[in-house]
């Protein structure tokens, strides 16, 4: 698995990025974005139950994160069409505002080294990766755990200080000096 200090991988992904006719799908490359933290969070299947709860949960920090120049990218190994159709089913991703990446071909999994290795899908896993493309935080979860948005904020926060920070920092509490 690749981990904090390595580059992140080249890609070049279909995502599903609207509802709206015509505009549903896009491609995104390791270079969309430019200049932007990125975080990556990708789960195992389309239509499954852990999976939605962490995908709006995401959604809803949004905001949150365009804030803090980080933008938000989610995937799994299903299809663009998979994907798209799990939108327009499920009334908690209808409205996401972030692309649904289609790993169908498990290249960018792969690369990562997070493809479990029972399931065949991508494991739970986020990367939060600087405007240089490092990795700078990797987290992963069992297939059967939800990951918390909030503490990847948090995590993002302490990150964009270049400072020490110590355990349960917050944003807009003291760093530790040295």
């Not at 996401?96 to 479990?116: H, N, S, T």
């Amino acid at each position: 698995m690749l981990g904090v200090g390595e580059k992140f991988p080249t890609y070049s992904l279909s995502a599903v990025v609207s509802l709206e006719k015509g505009k549903e799908f896009t491609t995104i490359t390791n270079e969309s974005f430019e200049g932007k933290w990125k975080v990556y969070f990708f789960w195992p299947k389309d239509f499954t139950f852990v999976c939605p709860t962490e995908i709006a949960g995401f959604g809803k920090h949004d905001k949150e994160f365009k804030d803090r120049d980080a933008q938000l990218l989610g995937g799994s190994v299903d299809s663009e069409w998979v994907h798209l159709a799990w939108r327009k089913d499920h009334a908690d991703l209808k409205n996401l505002p972030f692309p649904m990446l289609a790993d169908f071909k498990r290249e960018l999994a792969g690369e990562l080294g997070i493809l479990d290795p029972v399931a065949g899908a991508a494991q739970r896993a986020a990367y939060i990766v600087d405007p240089q493309g490092v990795i700078r935080f990797v987290y992963v979860t069992d297939l059967s755990v939800g990951r918390e948005p909030k503490e990847v904020l948090r995590v993002l926060d302490a990150l964009q200080t270049d400072e020490l920070c110590p355990c349960g920092w917050q944003k807009g509490e003291e760093v530790l000096h040295v």
